[in-house]
Every structure is written in C-alpha cells, then in structure tokens.
C-alpha cells in the first residue's frame, strides 16, 4: 500500500489514540508481483520462493484474531494481492467477520468474472494504481505491457459499480504527467484519485537519486493539480501527497508507532509498518508462533517506539513531539544510523543535513533524455540482497 | 463524490450504499466504513444514519426519533443539522441516485 487517504486516516487516529487499537491490518499476501516498480516499498530481501507464504487457514486464523483486536479497515496488498488463487475465500471471510476490505492491485490478472465474483464476497474498495499515464511510460516504470488492461479494469470496475480508487505514483520522470493523469481518471469516470509521490523506502530507497524530482518539478505538479481542481470542481476528489523529504517536519510513522496499524507479511511477521522490518537488534514476532494480541500489547517490537518515553534529544524535549511522535522510523535508521533519533526530515534534527544533501542533488533540471539506471523490483534483482 | 448534492427538505434520502454502518464492540460504538478509512459515530448520530439506512425523508426521521427519544429539546433541528453535514460529505444520498 503506497499511501492512505490523508482526509479519513485522520479521524482514525482520533479514535486509536485512546487505547492503541489496531483498527487498520494491513495484510500482504505474497511478494511475488507481475510489476517491477522500482519505487517499490517493499523491502529488497524478498524471496523468490512462496512456499513459506502463509496459508489459507492460516490467513483466517489471522483475520480472526485481527477482528477481535479490533481491526475494522483491511487492505489486502502485496506484492500483487490477485496472485493469491484463494483471494475470492479470504475475501469472504474478512467479510463475515465484520471487515471493510480494500484491494490494493496492479489490475493485472483482473478481469470482469473475477470483479463480480469479489463484490459477490464482499470486497469493500478496490484501488488500481497505474506507473505511467500513457502506454509507453507506464511500460517504462512498471516493466510490463500492463496500460491498456488497466484502462479496461477501471472501466470494468466502475460499471459494475465497485468503489474505485485510482493510485498514481510520482516521481521525477512521470510528474510532468500530472494533468495527463487527471485528465485520464477524468474520463474514465473514476471518483478519487490519489497522486501518491514515492516515499524512499526499500526499492524506491536504492533507486532515490533516479526517482527524487526537484522542488520546481514538485511545485509544478501542485500547481498543476490545483488548476485541475478547479477547472473539474466536484466531480473528482484528489489527494496529493508530497513526499516527506520535502517537508520541515516529519509525519507520524504510520498515526503513530503500533498505535494504529498492524501489518502482517507474507511469510507471517507483524510489523508495525509494512518498512519496519529494516529495525537491526530486534526479533520480528510471527503469527505461526504468537497470538496477535500478545504481539500487538507485549512484544518487544511494537513497544520498541510507542508513545515518547524511547525519545531522545532533540525529540524528548520538543514542544511538538505529541504531534508527530518524533517522525519515522525507517527514515531515522536509513539516514542517521540510529532509529530512535529525530527523523531527519524534522529541520530541527542535528542530521537535517542529510536530507539536504539529497533533496540538493535532486534539483539538477528534469530531463527527459536524461539517463535512468533504475534497479527494478524482480526476483532476479533481489537475489543480490538475500542475505540467508 | 456526488455531483448531485442532496436537498433534505424535498427529497428521500439514505445512507450512501458504497458506505457500511456497523457497530464495534471493540470501540463500543457505531462507525461508519468507507474506503480506506472510518468516522467513529456519536450515539444520536448512529441513531439518525440507522434509520436512513432504506431511505426515508427528514419528516419520517424525525418522527420516528421524536417515539425513540421522547422529551427531547431541539431535536429537528439537531438532525437538521447533522443530515446538511452528512449530505455534504457523501455519507448519505437522495434515493435513485
């Protein structure tokens, strides 16, 4: 899952904030993905192998104890999630027991039986997300002839009257295609459109100097949004989100470290967010071991970052510390060395220079003929990166 | 996103079927599902989106709250309220649409 709704996952975290419920599980259900975006967020150590990915059985086991946490909003992601020939069964399940699903899919495997057969089991929301806004570029960044099947899937999908989100995910060699991409949702007849910039994690960490557009391409993509805006006003909500190295404060780690989220992988490690398992020194809980509640309240991962008592200076002392809980992570572990500092991408953060230093190299003009060594996300790529 | 925004007084409404209304015994209240994300309900406003879930109209609501809840002050215009707001945010619509 790229990104959430900036407007709904705020009301959700009003109501988390009381007593750490994990109202959102974030379930993968393989890593393996027709697509090789190279602004993956996936981490590089995937294994090519699916043989350890969790069963059918297990997956109920897992939504079972999820619902009784209180997870209310499940996203089955991946990977790509229609890879999985048991989706249909674990679809019904998560809706007999209560969840609103949502499908996070490259559209690629779709076709009009299988959308019936979803909404038939339940299926709350599906989300498409395209890498390119025409067939060249969306071939270029998703390594696969995918463009015109996701055309006809969105189609399908809204005429079979499924609630459709379309994901487009930004970067410095397809921003210029903001409007482009608009104008496209536009006449599909989608109804929420979400430009997702890569946020530089796993893949998209490793290719960052390919993928990270200046701050004029950024404020041209804004600009250019908000004229779409205005000129189609209420016939389409638009959310765009900017990516963090931008910002001079950094956002809350998913609402807040294990406060709201709950992520389960393929091979059965929860998480308290999909980057996480980059955290060094600590043992990743699994659900093949431990009860999910044992997990969520007791180990030592989830309560590693809760709350503020783990902070350091500058943090600890921060008059805005309650606000964003000292920023991500992952972001504090990739660019400073140490997780439990500041996130960097807080301009107060001794190690702000960090940021900088990449967001400068960043501002080099967007140049279409400009070459671009990205490493893309396959199986083959990630063998360099196995480390067992 | 509706692009036919809903008049309260002259038309049937109901609960936007692409939403789902549930309680949660986990947060001990109402909430109203939607993709990607969630509104936690207060008591009365589970109580105004119950009975909107097969279409009704303000007159019909409001009777039917003034049974439930007797000896309320300012009821209709509380409902009135809250169905202007949950009518801007797409959490109900007119009928047929």
């Known amino acids: 899952m790229q990104a959430n709704r900036t407007g709904s996952s705020q009301s959700a975290l009003e109501m988390a904030e009381e007593n750490y419920i994990p109202m959102w599980l974030l379930a993968e259900l393989t890593y393996a993905c027709p697509v090789q975006c190279p602004y993956c967020s996936n981490p590089l150590q995937i294994s090519a192998s699916r043989k350890q990915e969790l069963s059918t059985k297990e997956w109920f086991e897992v939504l079972r104890q999820a619902r009784k946490l209180g997870a209310v909003q499940l996203g089955f992601s991946g990977g790509e999630p229609l890879l999985r020939r048991d989706l249909v069964e674990l679809l019904q399940e998560a809706k007999d027991l209560g969840f609103y699903t949502n499908l996070i899919t490259s559209a690629i495997g779709l076709n009009a039986k299988k959308i019936s057969e979803f909404k038939e089991a339940g299926l709350g929301h599906i989300q498409i997300s395209f890498q390119g806004a025409d067939e060249a570029t969306n071939k270029r960044f998703g390594g696969t002839d995918s463009f015109e099947q996701k055309m006809s899937m969105t189609r399908e999908v809204i005429s079979q009257k499924l609630p459709l989100g379309l994901n487009f995910v930004l970067h410095r060699n397809n921003l210029h295609q903001v409007t482009k991409f608009l104008t496209m949702a536009k006449e599909l007849g989608a109804e929420f459109v979400e430009l997702a910039n890569t946020q530089y994690y796993g893949w998209a960490k490793h290719n960052e100097e390919h993928l990270l557009p200046s701050k004029l391409q950024l404020e041209d993509a804004e600009s250019a949004t908000n004229d779409f805006r205005r000129q189609h006003a209420g016939s389409m909500d638009i959310f765009f989100v900017a990516p963090d190295y931008y910002d001079d404060r950094p956002k809350k780690c998913s609402n807040g470290w294990a406060t709201t989220m709950i992520n389960v992988t393929p091979e059965g490690d929860v998480l308290p967010c999909h980057a996480a398992k980059i955290i060094p020194g600590v043992e990743f809980p699994n659900v093949r071991n431990q009860p999910l509640e044992e997990i969520w309240h007791s180990s030592e991962l989830f309560n590693k970052f809760r709350g503020t008592d783990w902070m350091v200076e500058p943090c600890l002392s921060c008059p805005e510390k309650e606000q964003d809980l000292g920023g991500c992570r992952c972001q504090a572990l990739m660019l400073t060395g140490d997780a439990a500092n500041a996130d960097p991408v807080c301009s107060l953060s001794p190690h702000h220079d960090k940021v900088t230093a990449i967001t400068e190299k960043a501002q080099r003009p967007f140049n279409p003929e400009e070459p671009v060594p990205l490493l893309f996300r396959n199986m083959k790529n990630a063998k360099q990166f196995q480390t067992d | ?97």
Request: glycine share 8%.
């Open chain 2, 1 to 97: 996103m509706s692009m036919h925004k809903l008049n309260i007084d002259t038309e049937e409404f109901k609960v936007n079927p692409q939403y789902r209304l549930q309680f949660e015994e986990a947060q001990g209240c109402y909430v109203l599902l939607f993709p990607e994300g969630l509104i936690k309900l207060s008591d009365s406003a589970a109580a105004i989106l119950e009975r909107c879930q097969q279409g009704t109209t303000l007159e019909t609501l409001v009777l039917s709250l003034k049974q439930a809840f007797p000896g309320v002050d300012g009821l209709e215009e509380d409902v009135r309220a809250f169905l202007e707001d949950a009518g801007q945010q797409d959490w109900i619509l007119p009928v047929g649409t």
